[in-house]
């Protein structure tokens, strides 16, 4: 074979070569990129869930704070409200007590009421003898209401009972008047006095008084 052959088939065999790594190159490159497109989508598809379930997270977090300062707010209108009421009522029944004192002005409006107030003090003892404490001022009104209230028992009842007024034990001054009436020996003391009765009123009419100003409470399910 002369040199211009040799030199002919070493062309051909180096373009060969060539050739041959071209081809390689190409398919390494294209395997590279496809492996770099399925890694980039992996990494992608980490990413989003991530991203999705931070937002998720903060989301949620959020709706709670929300929740949380609606209610807290709630709370406090509601705090308030109930607050303003109860002050209202207070003023209310402070002012009643008040007032109580103007009561007794009215000789004969006060007696008949200290009448009635002693009356109910007898028929609860139902006893034979009792005594009846009262203001040193309100003495003789206090006498004649408790005539009037043995006459109408024994009306009522059919008999006697003895009612006296005890001197050495009167109610204090300070009081806004009415009577207590005492019976077995000073061991049952029934106070009707009218500061006594409005304590009372405070509590057996609160609801009503509360529902006449402020309406019917839609959250309570159950009335007495």
Known sequence: MSDDQVAGELKKMTAFIRQEALEKAREIQIKADEEFAIEKSKLVRQETSTIDSTYQKKSKQASMSQQITRSTLANKTRIKVLSARQELLDNLFEKSRGKLGEVAK???RYEGMCKGLVLEGLYAMNEDKVVVRARKADYEVTKKAIEAAKKEYKEKLGKEVQVGLDEKNPQPESSSGGVSIVG???????????????????TDALPMVREMLFGKNKNRRFHD
């Open 184 to 202: 077995t020996g000073g061991k049952i003391d029934i106070n009707n006095t009218l500061d006594e009765r409005l304590k009372l009123l405070e």
């Open 106 to 108: 009215d000789k004969g």
